[in-house]
């Protein structure tokens, strides 16, 4: 006798795609069919924990009444093909929702889902096939695999492309290949040692010598990404999901981390379908949850807090995704809906560390405020200051500013995720660092931050940084969010330039008492790739040079951060 939860479990079925590659997938039936399927597509094993990530256990999809499609993409697992990351995810996503909807025990409606690689994988599904995928729910899922995934600002995120490359797509590469288990294992020991030493073939190692290394080996695709460097090389047009918002008439329950570097991409992602998306339904049906977490968001609370980095954000920080996320395919594909799932935006208000909804995202009532930065006593006020003054520093590619937190990927204990004391950051020769009066009075900043700096160099190509800084009482500074503006050879003009840091996105609280902090420099190492000072390529630079850079602040040049300051209600 069939029990009601019993479900049905079916190993590398095959999917076959339009140019006759057959891709494998395990299927989850439910008792009750035909159902509404799920799909899932990654590059990191189907069968695995980072191949499901943070997304939905299937079992428990499928005991929900759901049919669950967790599939191996082109040459990853036991699918067929070469494995080229994001090439064919637009058309392979399409066969497959598209399979998925025609087979018998499929009700007619196809959510996609996942986290990371396979929250992409969603959008570029749904280009080509929204006439047959109801809904999806892409976790940390970009919008450009240029800019916000392998670049920010120009910049190379060296860091995350080589250990997520080396890491987690690296052992698909090596399970693929001809190696005995033994050598399997030692040549992946041997991948691991080659990222720990990053900075040391860093030291103008000549780029064509890293094929050779356990790097070109095993991730050759992370020097192609190093060598098309710019947002207009023909090699990152096709990849772009930004380009296709008008194509995408689905409804997403769009879900990131303020700590995890794809939240720019996820919250553009957003943004872009409630404007773009073809139709009204499509627009209306966006949904967006923003936690205080890194890029894995956590499954349970310890000792009843969430915690990331140094911060301790309390019990109310946890997020039962998984359930969020049954609950939105329920209510856009179950053949009787629950009701709709919570407000449009809910947002995790730092600093406070609630939770709180909202209509919209950005926040219509938030006003752009300018912060001026003043070198005469390295202060931060809200008025600019008449006189002009400069702030100056050394850069040194060979003794860059270490990664200490923030919204990156940089799989490496020794570079944590998230907000991080930045203990004596400050007090190095080449971070400039400014401080506001103590404030009387709470400030909420929610929305995009940017700083807006006039700049020379004597280099004719370098990088300036930003990092925001919430200063407490006490003198200790944690990070709130921060970026980089790489300025290529021929971007600089005679005497001051303007230069915009894009900072990302935040909702914290400046809490009476505080003050609020930036930190100006020109490094944030291994994050990023490391500017030449030259005018070469940072990933061809044969040499790197010291540069001085100096910042305008005050009179006809003020530099400033730009915050979206919330009125007090």
Known sequence: ??????????????????????????????????????????????GSIPGLMAAVNPVAAARKGFAVIIQDVRGRGASEGDFTPFVNEAEDGADTARWAARQEWCNGKVGLFGSSYMGATQLQAAIGASDVVAAMAPIQAVSDYYEGRSY????????????????????????????????????????????????????VTPFETLRETELGKIAPFVLTWWENDRADDPYWTPLRISNHYNEIDVPGLHITSWFDQFHVGAMRNFEGLRAKAPSEAAREGQRLVVGPWAHYPPKSTVMGAVRVGDIDFGLDAFADLESQQLTWFKHMLADEPA?????????????????RDEAEWPLARARETALYLD?????????????????????????????????????????????????????????VAFRSTV????????????????????????????????????????????????????????????????????????????????HISSSNFPRFDIASNTAEPAFRAQTRVPAEQRIACGGAFASRLLLPVIPAA
């Open 439 to 518: 404030l009387d009075e709470d400030l909420e900043v929610t929305g995009w931050v940017n700083a807006e700096l006039w700049v020379k160099s004597s280099a004719p190509a370098t990088d300036f940084t930003a990092k925001l800084i919430d200063v407490w009482p006490d003198g200790s500074e944690f990070n709130v969010c921060d970026g980089i503006r790489r300025i290529r050879a021929g971007e600089f003009v005679d005497g001051w330039t303007r230069i915009e840091v894009e900072l990302g996105a935040t909702s914290q609280v400046f809490l009476k008492g505080h003050r609020i902090g930036v």
């Open 375 to 431: 070198a005469g006593d390295a202060s931060l006020a809200w008025d600019k200051a008449e006189q002009a003054s400069e702030a100056a520093f050394t850069f040194d590619p060979d003794n860059p500013v270490p990664t200490r937190g923030g919204a990156h990927l940089v799989l490496d204990s020794a570079f944590p995720q998230g907000p991080l004391l930045q203990g004596d950051l400050k007090d190095r020769a080449d971070v």
């Open 339 to 355: 009701p709709p799932p919570g407000s449009r935006v809910r947002l995790f208000v730092m600093g406070r560390n609630v939770w």
């Open 152 to 203: 920010r600002g120009g910049a190379f995120e060296l860091g995350a492309v080589t250990s997520i490359s080396m890491w987690n797509l690296g052992a698909g590469t090596l399970l693929r290949s001809k190696l005995d288990s033994r050598t399997l294992r030692q040549r992946f020991g041997e991948s691991r040692r080659a990222l720990a030493d990053l900075a040391k073939f860093l030291k």
């Open 1 to 46: 006798m069939t029990q009601p939860n019993e479900i049905k479990v079916e190993l590398d079925i095959d999917i076959p795609m339009a140019d006759g590659t057959i891709l494998r997938a395990d299927l989850y039936l439910p008792a009750k069919r035909p159902a509404p399927v799920l799909v899932s597509r990654t590059p990191y094993m189907k």
